[in-house]
Nanobody, 121 residues
């Protein structure tokens, strides 16, 4: 029903910026029926939530570790969500996933394929 295709990521140096994109396609509910989020997972660690944005961009939430450095946004006309990552640190190194959660559920049901972000010191 919902497909999420990510782009962006790569190898950067500490202090650099990167932007991740996630394109949403569906045969059912529209993009605006979903909260969108970015998660990340480092080797040996559990997947953690990085940022979330509400369907009409009214509200957003950030993990403390990225607050003030990362910005989540969405373009509802293009059905795309973005994660602008500034001031990257080596500890931001992880596989990043975008995800979609319908407004009437608490479960993140749909996931992108993941993209590696590596920050060298």
């Amino acid at each position: 029903q919902v497909q999420l295709v990510q782009s962006g990521g790569g190898l950067v140096q500490a202090g650099d910026s990167l932007r991740l994109s996630c394109a949403f396609t569906t045969s059912g509910r529209a993009f605006t029926a979903f909260y969108m989020g970015w998660f990340r997972q480092s080797p040996g660690k559990e997947r953690e939530s990085v940022a979330t944005i509400s369907p009409r961009s009214v509200a957003s939430w950030y993990a403390d570790s990225v607050k003030g450095r990362f910005i989540i946004s969405r373009d509802n006309t293009e059905s795309t969500v973005y994660l602008q990552m500034n001031g990257l640190k080596p500890e931001d190194t992880a596989v990043y996933y975008c995800s979609a959660r319908a407004t009437d559920t608490a479960k993140w049901d749909y996931w992108g394929q993941g993209t590696q972000v590596t920050v060298s010191s």
